[in-house]
């Protein structure tokens, strides 16, 4: 009589990990990952000590156990960051035991082809960075061809965002441009651009890329012209809202430090709020923080009260914070500007609880809260 094959060990592990037929709630999604990193740390080692093709085997079995874990637990998300992970793992794996990259290959479109439930949403980026040239050529060849076979059903007007194509243009495309994006290949990117269209986004991430090559007079002229692009349509997502950020760290890379201010400045005035609030005092000079701060402080009450409050936490100008709040919540209390304690209404001069930043703070909170609310119910 044949005696059974003995049972690799982790294998055994791998189920215990997986829970299969347990469904796992949202609580407890994060436990379940953790043991699965562990488990991938364990098979990884199995690589460095040369047994990859064991890896192989188990790294197989991960994958195909934790795509099918997706029916049984409460939060998808973290699981498909985690079956990225196991790829890229897998794909090393495969590489260290000389198997064939037309079938690593092979196997990366499949998933990306029968996807159901997003776990290969962006892996494009990922498994690029572990293909050898080999299959990193392949990979790239077959999207091309993809792209270029869906090509002749695309509209004969020239589009200007790739959401305008149909998929069979559209998919891989978006692929190839995270592939790209991922290798910082600026060239490839741009000439993709020049026959699909350039969007807002396109923009931001090929002066990404220049500004990781520090080619700052480059990356400004991609800035300046997703700027300018910005208006001309509704993008959705493929707008940026980077780009205005990205414009003044150029400039003041560039040397051209007043231009800086002026377009941090120019991007305040159009939207105040905290955060281009804290963008505009990046680029102040030291000795006038204060005048910019009293000249942004005056120009922000075009703001919402959830923008203007949060700006006042920001800072810490409890005087107007409270004075604003007042003065938009209950119409009938006029306090426009509060300074000396003899001009307080009494009830500020007690001592209460009230007057702590850190209660202050709340009541920003629930102030725009409710201006969200009201502006909800308007609609």
Not at 71 to 91: K, P, Q, S, V, Y
Not at 285 to 298: N, V
Not at 310 to 329: M, N, P, Y
Request: net charge positive; glycine share 6%; hydrophobic share 40%.
């Amino acid at each position: 009589m044949k005696k059974r094959a003995r049972e690799d060990p982790l294998v055994t592990k791998i189920q215990h990990e997986l829970m299969l037929g347990h469904f796992v709630r949202h609580d407890d999604v994060s436990e379940l990952i953790n043991g699965l990193d562990r488990v991938h740390d364990q098979v990884e080692a199995l690589v460095k000590s040369g047994e990859a093709a064991r890896a192989v085997r188990l790294y197989e079995i991960l994958l195909s156990g934790t795509y099918a874990k997706s029916e049984e637990a409460d939060d998808e998300c973290e699981l498909a960051m985690c079956f990225h992970r196991l790829a890229c793992g897998w794909i090393q794996a495969r590489q260290a035991a000389g198997r064939s990259a037309e079938e690593t290959v092979s196997q990366i479109l499949n998933w990306m082809k029968n996807d159901n439930y997003g776990f290969c949403h962006r892996i494009e980026q990922e498994v690029v960075k572990v293909l050898d040239q080999e299959g990193k050529r392949l990979f790239i060849s077959h999207l091309h061809g993809l792209l270029e076979k869906g090509m002749p059903r695309a509209t004969s007007t020239p589009a200007k965002a790739i959401f305008d194509y149909e998929n069979g243009v559209r998919l891989p495309a978006m692929a190839l441009k995270e592939i790209y994006e991922s290798l910082g290949d600026v060239p490839a990117y741009a000439l993709m651009c020049g026959t699909l269209g350039l969007s807002p986004r396109d923009c931001e991430r090929l002066a990404e890329m220049e500004k990781s090559r520090k080619r700052w007079a480059k990356a400004l002229e991609w800035v300046e012209k997703g700027i300018a692009l910005k208006p001309t349509r509704n993008w959705h997502n493929e707008d940026s809202s980077s780009l205005a950020c990205l414009k003044p760290e150029i400039l003041r890379k560039l040397g051209r430090k007043q231009d800086a201010l002026a377009s941090a400045w120019a991007d305040f005035q159009e939207d105040p709020n905290d955060l281009s609030y804290a963008e505009l005092m990046r680029y102040v000079p030291r000795g006038e923080k204060s005048a910019w701060h009293e000249r942004a402080m005056a120009g922000a009450d075009k703001a919402g009260l959830g923008d203007f409050l949060a700006l006042c936490v920001k800072a810490q100008e409890w005087q107007r914070f409270a004075g604003e709040s007042i003065r938009r919540s209950r119409p009938n209390w006029r306090i426009s500007a509060i300074t000396a304690p003899s001009q307080r209404p009494k009830v500020w001069r007690r001592k209460s609880p009230w007057r702590r930043p850190s209660c202050i703070g709340r009541w920003a909170c629930v102030f725009s809260m409710r201006e969200k609310a009201s502006i909800t119910t308007r609609r």
